[in-house]
C-alpha cells in the first residue's frame, strides 16, 4: 500500500527509515530529518493525502487528535518555553513533501532558529470590509 513516490508513504510502509515518535490505526508521527529546533516532529495521517484541500473531514479529525498528545509529550520530554504548529500547503507556501503533514515545532526562546516572520497589520481593513471578506470566504464553505 502507499502511493508511489511518495516518500512519507514509504516512511509509513517502512521502506524508509525513520525515527518514531509514535503510531496507531490512522497516525503516524516521526522526527523531521531536518531538525528545525530539538524534537521537531511531524505528525501524518497513514492516508495519503496531497494537502489540506484534499484530506477528507475524517482523516483531518483522527490526525488533528493526536496533535496534543503528542505535543504534550514534546513538553514533558525537553521542557520548550512553548510550541508552534505548522502546516504548508502548495509550493508557494513552503510545502515541500505531498503527503500531507503538521510541523510540531518546540521552541526555545526567539533565537531558537524558528522564524514564523509574521508581521501583522492591524488596521489594513475596516470592520466592513472584514465583514465582506468573511461573507465571501462564508459563501464558499461546502
Ligand atoms: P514541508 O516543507 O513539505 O512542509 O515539510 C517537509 C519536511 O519533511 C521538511 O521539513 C523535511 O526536512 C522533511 N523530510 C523530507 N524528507 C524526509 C525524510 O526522508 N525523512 C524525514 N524524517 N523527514 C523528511
Ligand atoms: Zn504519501
Known amino acids: 500500500m502507499g502511493h508511489d513516490d511518495c516518500i512519507f508513504c514509504k516512511i509509513i510502509n517502512k521502506e524508509i527509515p525513520s525515527a518514531k515518535v509514535y503510531e496507531d490505526e490512522h497516525v503516524y508521527a516521526f522526527l523531521d530529518i531536518s531538525q528545525v529546533t530539538k524534537g521537531h516532529t511531524l505528525v501524518i495521517p497513514k492516508v495519503h493525502t496531497k494537502d489540506i484541500y484534499n484530506t477528507p473531514d475524517d482523516v ?16 514533558k520530554a525537553y521542557e520548550p518555553s512553548g510550541i508552534n504548529l505548522l502546516n504548508n500547503n ?4 513552503g510545502q515541500a513533501v505531498f503527503h500531507y503533514h503538521i510541523h510540531i515545532l518546540p521552541r526555545y526562546g526567539k533565537e531558537d532558529g524558528f522564524d514564523p516572520g509574521w508581521t501583522t ?13 468573511a461573507e465571501n470566504i462564508h459563501a464558499h464553505v461546502k
Open 121 to 133: 497589520h492591524d488596521d489594513a481593513y475596516t470592520a466592513e470590509e472584514l465583514q465582506r471578506i
Open 90 to 93: 502548495e509550493k508557494p507556501a
Open 60 to 75: 483531518a479529525g483522527e490526525l488533528f487528535a493526536r496533535v496534543p498528545k503528542i505535543a504534550r509529550a514534546i513538553k
